[in-house]
């Protein structure tokens, strides 16, 4: 007897630690979608009266993928309107997503979309799978990714798509970008915000080849001059934020604070609040 209880505490203790290894490696792989560690429910951060809360409980679309046909990635098309064909799986392009945040966020009329940026500027979105968009000639850089229809983006690996194509005649000195290094892309806020969508705003970026931690890279957030350091990537409700023009500045930044190499880890945009 005394035997068969020993052999059962051993494999508990066994199984504990199994589990615990499991656990520590998935939060070192973990995003905003999969991540279930404490930081999920991280309190509000609030500084001269901005308040930044982080949200992780949108419906999580786990199996959603995408897939850019056409471009082909490092290809050359014609100048003018480039013409863009997407496969989706597990993703329903229009539908609106049911979520509390649905009432509370500025909410897409047509539903669920795509995110097209090219070269890290404003997105344009897209709610079917096949549409042509003018570029000028030249490279660039282009990342496409799945939105809800608040336009908080799908952050695991297969809900995105990152490429380099040329339009028309490339220019003299190509880009060189890595799609290999890390990279930080801007998505929302976006233009103006009236009534009960002034409210709550939520700050959404996205990013390729690197993760966030307290000791890891980091998002320097700098909102109307007030500086926030974001070591989670998920999308952010921000509060308290006055009525009119709004600047936010993000960085992507290392351990040490110092901004991480690449065309896109700095950025600045400006919305604008309405009563």
């Known amino acids: 007897m005394y035997k068969s209880l020993c052999l059962l505490g051993l494999t508990a203790l066994s199984l504990a630690a199994c589990d615990t290894s499991k656990q520590k490696a998935d939060t070192t792989t973990a995003t905003a979608e999969t991540v279930t560690s404490a930081t999920a429910s991280a309190a509000t951060i609030e500084k001269n009266g901005i308040r930044l809360t982080p949200f992780t409980d949108s419906p999580k679309y786990a199996a959603a993928g995408l897939r850019l046909n056409t471009p082909a990635a490092n290809s050359t098309v014609p100048s003018g309107a480039v013409a863009f064909d997407y496969d989706l799986t597990n993703f329903q392009l229009t539908k609106m997503t049911e979520s509390m945040h649905a009432e509370h966020l500025a909410n897409s009329a047509k539903g669920q979309h795509i995110h097209n940026i090219v070269d890290n500027q404003p997105y344009t979105a897209h709610y079917t799978t096949e ?23 799908l952050k695991h690996r297969s809900a995105y798509d990152l490429r380099v194509i040329t339009v028309g005649k490339s220019a003299a000195q190509p880009m060189a970008f890595d799609v290999k290094a890390p990279h930080l892309f801007y998505s929302r806020p976006k233009d103006v915000y009236t009534g009960n969508d002034a409210k709550s705003v939520m ?33 952010y409700m ?38």
């Open 238 to 275: 921000m509060e308290g934020l006055p009525m009119g023009e709004n600047t936010i500045k993000l960085e992507l930044v290392d351990a040490d604070g110092k901004v991480i190499p690449g065309p896109f880890n700095t950025v600045t945009r400006t919305f604008t609040l309405q009563p």
């Open 203 to 235: 700050l959404d970026f996205y990013l390729v080849n690197t993760t966030l931690g307290p000791e890891h890279n980091k998002v320097r957030a700098t909102i109307n001059s007030t500086e926030f350091l974001l070591d989670q990537w998920a999308p």
């Open 131 to 153: 549409f042509t968009k003018d570029i000028p000639d030249g490279q660039h850089v282009v990342l496409s990714f799945l939105s809800r229809s608040y336009h908080e983006s």
